[in-house]
Structures are given as structure tokens and as C-alpha cells.
């Protein structure tokens, strides 16, 4: 075996970076005895080689503004820029140059994941991202080798750890969303501009690539349905905590058989109710947790910390590990695996359980014309709670939970409830899930 | 590529072989897209081939008494035998033959480990044993690939369903162990001789994989120090319940720096007090969990069924669906790591804090006498707790909870504690971690 260095590129060097770079540098003699060859960072590509960076513990001269000559001399390049582009051309022209990735890039995942993919098939190379999902939860490996005998049925994740931040801080204080989010910028678990996030689009992407590896399908981003936070009120979480409920955001990737026995899929972010008994609902803070069932091992949890530097680095650093080993042993791990190809349900057509609030006049014959709107729609009733009548608007509230059905007969029901002379408002409709 | 099938031999056909079995048969199509050709059982060796095997989906052809000429011709062998022989010679004889293993043998693996390791490299085969531990969990594939670039520190886990169960009834109940176990031999959740896991044999040479994958050094089950349950009283589960603590059976194998910065294991088994707020308290029933701390990815938990068929099978057949692939493609997953070497601490130097529970007579001066003690031996007290004198005896139960010391200096005390005028019994010592 030749003793030569294995080459590192890195492309980035912020928080996760520098935790990557000191790692390798500090811990030097584990990786090579780990890899059962020397690895060496040949160069990090940044935007500003003039700024100190002490803290990474690598010699000045290996950083460098040239992305484009660093990927085409590398064994393995690293990449934690983030963004489309230039992340995009730098990994495709790395792979074509022979070297394998490592990205936490879930936006470039979810947006052009095939492409990146098949790229990766066609030089030989090894494409890992394990970084890009519930950070340093070991979480895609598990579900792309371990369970690969079993078969996924479904999964629900809070991969999102600065809306579970905010939910969580909601239901332990009952604050409103906007004091909750302003207090989590300040804390740092919120960016300035907190849209990707509290939009959902963050676990969006997190979903699809759960479920592009769970059901070998294709799943992009833009086929996930997608609702985030920002309509939750303090009252929601009042309401769900009377239900025995918190609301978590979960990413829900679930196999769908219908009557002749053709399977598809429904990949969706939304709030949901989650029964406080949950494994899910004492996920805190900004922790993030996936909970996976599956036809042979049931009920498996995984939990961890989802975002941060070091955990960050610690998934970058594991597929590098595996990377740099079978650039030494000549092997490569598992590719894509896309054989299932299954459809993917429209939101309409998912099918969850509803907790509706609505606000009626407290008089007789009302929960009966209340009651005939979901009958006529044929969603059945679970349910039904009503508060007591306010001496301000003589109006009461009144919470109905409802048994399994499709989104579009949900969505029927909710207009119709509208256009009741008897509701005044549909106050909220939320999906409850881990019944 | 060519595509014939892969042979696969099953040793032995009991609840998990036939689980494997059937999922192989049923799902032969999905199987062969995975592995990227058609797998295909060619024997399952058993002691009686006469024996109907309906459950299996297999034709009684492929039954066979004949386990060594069976080994001897396959691609992959499983084996679900357990006991040392014959199927150490089995795995041996199939290894030396060419085939990759697959194997939930713990105490096997615990016994023989490296002669397998060695006999795997030596034939460039894959030896794999995921479901050896903590059944359906993925967590040994996690432990030694995905945190390949971190420095797991600890590890604690409930790796053993049985005393798992016993336990969480013990304190949902309040009742005494004798009750509870025979409960649990007739639910199934313990074995009619229930030696192996209530004196922690089980957990003992599951620690010992454990902690050979984090910390790439060999460790036997008998370096493991084990300690049972068979000496919790309901008395003690109160007391803990009093201290906001549960009662649980934990592996626990950490990394032990001294001051000069060697690094040494501390690897055991024993009955531990873990606060109810840590997340291994809230693990009930037959579950198991296993808890990770490492220097990046910081706390990590993973959760699901420990035992049974079709879990156990998941576990298997993901390791078999790796290995096949891997005789696919022509190359190995990661083969022993050892280079650490790192020398394993006796019980006596291991650091822990301890709950004490001492019945003494209520009478001024005692309490002086008994801290007397503590002082002497180093082992400083974080908290004390007098309970009620009572009218028969006189004695009050005192509970002394200690800042961490070492097992020696723990014992040291103890003993002088019961040669104490003062001191009437010695009513339980435990360990406590998670605090």
C-alpha cells in the first residue's frame, strides 16, 4: 500500500469548517490509523485568503481564492460553502476529476441531487452528505445501509432545530411566535432573516432526502408539500395542550398502499399535533430527532443534536473517513438506489387526522349543522370539545378532532364550515399525526 | 456483471431465521434490486430436516443436517445458531472458504472475537454483526463508520430487554423482583433460566462489542466487569424514586483520562440511579436505548426494539443485503480496528458517584461518626437525607449521595461504615451516572 498522503480539499471554511480542519490537523495520527493512510488538507478554498484564521490550526498557505485548480487535484473534496452555485460546478468538476465528496448541502440535495448523483456513478466515486440531514444524528447511513433488508413505512422528523426551538419555548412559556423567534435571534438559533427556516423550506429539503433514500425513489424538494410555523398562535398550543398534544413541524415521508395494493408515497412538512405519550414530543429545544417505523424493526428513534459546528463536523468527518478508505482500498460505497421509483402523492391525497377549531354561537341546532357538514364530506367526527360560551361575543369554541382523511375532503369541509351562517370563524385546522 | 445468483446458506432456522427466510422469499424482487443481483438461499442447515417449515417459505429441499459441506459452498453465511460450537468452527470453515458472515452471536463475538476478525481479514471477507447488540437498533454500523472522525468518549447503554422490563415494572409498581420476573417468564420476556441476563452476562458481551467498535481496542466479555440485578429490592427502587432517580441496568464503557493524559477504558455492567430527566430514564418496557457521548457530535440517542424475531431479522438482513453487495462489486466494509490498544481500568479504579443507604440509631453525635468516614477515605458527600425514625427499631434510614470516587476508595468506606458502632446495616450501595 502506497504511503502517500491522501489529498483533502476543502471548500469553505466557516464554523463547520474550521471544527473539520482542527480535527483533522489535532487528531492527525487517529485519522491515518483509521484510514490506514496520512491525510493531509492540500488546500482550503475561501473567499479572502488575507483574513487569519488561527483557529483552524492550518498553515496560511494552503488557503486560496483558486476553488476550481484545488477540486481538480484532490482525493476527497470537502464541501461547506453552502448555495447552488458555485457549489454545484466545483463538486461536478471534483467528481469528474476522479475525487470523491463530502458535502452537509442539502439546499444543492434537494434542488439537483440526481444530477450529482449520477455524476458520482459515472466516474466511480463516492457522494456522501450526511452532515446535510439532522446533523450529527448518524441518521442516513442507518437508513441507507443498515435498514436495507427492512422496509421503510414511515418517517417523522423534527429536523428543523430553530422551529423546535420556537414551539418548544411556546409551549413551556406560552408566549406568542414573534417574542419566541426575536428572543431565538438573539440567542443565535435564528438567523437574521429566519424564512427558511420558520417557511419550512429547510426541513423541505431534509424530507426529500429522507425519502429519496428510505423509499428508493427520486424525491426533490419541490415535490414535498410544504407549511411552516408562522401561523401558530399561542392559542394553538393552549388548544393542543388541552388535546394532550404538543405542535411540533415535522417532516413526514410515509409509503401509501392503496385497495389493489400500488404503493406511493406522500412526502410533506407541516405543524402537527403530536400526543404528549410521542417519543417526538420530549424533543426540546433545538435538539432534532427522526423516528422511523418499519415493517420488520418497528419503532427505531434516533436523537442528537441537529445543527452546530462541532456536531456538524462530526458526520462531515465519519464520511470522510469512509471516503478516504476506499480511495485507500479501491472500493466505493453504494450509490444512488432509485430502483422503486414510486409516485408521489399530491398533498390533497395525503391522509391524516384534523384538529379543527371553530368559533360558534352557543344555541341550539348548531353542533348539528356542524356535524352534517363533515358527515357530507364523509370525514368522520372523533371528538368533539366545546368550550364555554364568552359573555363578550356570546361565541364559543369549539374543537373537533377528526378520524383519518384526505387532505381535499378536508379542505371541503373547511369552506363549507365557512360558509355556515352558524361558524363564525374557522380559527385553525391542524394535522395530528402519532396516534 | 454477471448474474448469477448469490448463495446464501442460513446456520440454524428458529424465530429470526425464519423471519430472515421469508422476507428473503417475499421480497426476492426488492432483494435483488438492492443487492444489484438475485440472492438466493441455498441451504439451511438445522438438527432435524423432518421438522415441517411452512413459516419459512422455503422448499424442504434446502433443509439440510449437513452444515459443513454447506458453508463450504456460499457466498454469504448467516448464522443464527448462538452457543460457541459449532458455530465458531462453522464461521471459521465458511470464512476460510470465501464467504462473508453474518452473524448475531454475542457471546461468540464476546469469547472468540478476534480469531474471527483475523480469519475475516486474512480471507478479505466481511464479518458483520449488527444485530449482536440492541436488536433492531442501527447502531454498531453509526458507531464504527459514521463517528469514524469523532472521539466517542462514553457510551451508556440499555442494551439488555429482560432486566429492562423487570425494572420499569419494579418502579411503575412497586413491586419486588421475585414477582416481577416470574411475571416476565410468563409474558416471554425472560427465559424460564434467566441466569445469562438478570446476573448481566447479556449486557456484559454486548459492552464488550461496544466498546471494541468506539474505542479500537479489543475488549473480551470477561474484561467487562458485571454486575446483575438480583439484589434490587423494591426498597431500593423507592430510594431512588425519594432521589428523583429510576433504576437501570446499564453497560457503560468510557474513556478515562488521567492527569498526564493517558487514556485508559473502564467497561461494566451494573444496576445504576439515573435521573428521570435523562433521556435513558423515559426507556420502558423490553426497549433499548444506547446513549453516546463524543467530542463533536456531542449527545446522541438511539432507540428501538432490542429483541425479537422480526426486529433481530431487520439487523441481519441489513448486514446481509452490505455484504452481498459487497461480493457484488468485489470489495470489504471496514475490517477490525485495534490500533488504540488502549489498556482496560479494573472495576476498583473506575470513577463513579454512589448512593448509600444505612440504617443508624437517631441519637446525637451519629452523623459526625458516619461523615467521619466518608472524610477519611477522600470520598467527599454531595448529599445526605435522614429518614423518619422509626418506632420498632429505633433506626433511621440514612441516604448519602457522593461526589465521584473511585470503587476502592467506595469500598474502603464502606467497610469501615459496617464496622461502625454507629452504623446498624449497610443497606444498599449503587451507582449513579447521568447527573
Redesign the interface.
Known sequence: MSNDALRIALLGCGTVGT?VAR?LVD?AD??A??VERPVEITGVAVRDTSKPRPESGLDPSVFTTDAEALVRDADVVVELMGGIEPARSLLLTAMEHGASVVTANKALLGEDGPRLYETAAEHGVDLYY?ASVAG???LL???Q???????VERIMGIVNGTTNFILDKMDRTGEALDDVLAEAQELGYAEADPTADVEGYDARAKAAILASLAF?TRVAALDVSCEGIMSITADDIRAARKMGCVVKLLAICERVRNGRGDQSLSVRVHPTLVPRSH?LA?VHDAFNAVFIE????????????GA?G??T??????????AA??KV????G?GE?A??DLPILPLSQATTRYAIRIEVPDRPGVLAHVTNVFAGQGVSIESMRQGVRRSDDGLATLTIATHAATDAALARTVDQLRLLDDVSTVTSVLRMEGI
Open positions: 471544527a480535527r487528531h487517529e485519522f490509523s483509521r450526511e450529527a444524528i448518524p447511513r442507518p437508513l445501509v443498515s435498514l436495507a433488508g427492512d422496509s428508493h417519543p420530549s418499519s415493517a420488520l424493526a418497528g419503532e427505531v428513534m434516533f436523537y442528537g443534536q452546530g462541532d456536531p463536523a462530526s458526520a462531515v468527518l465519519g464520511d470522510l473517513v469512509q478508505r476506499h482500498t479501491g472500493s466505493r453504494p438506489s430502483y422503486a
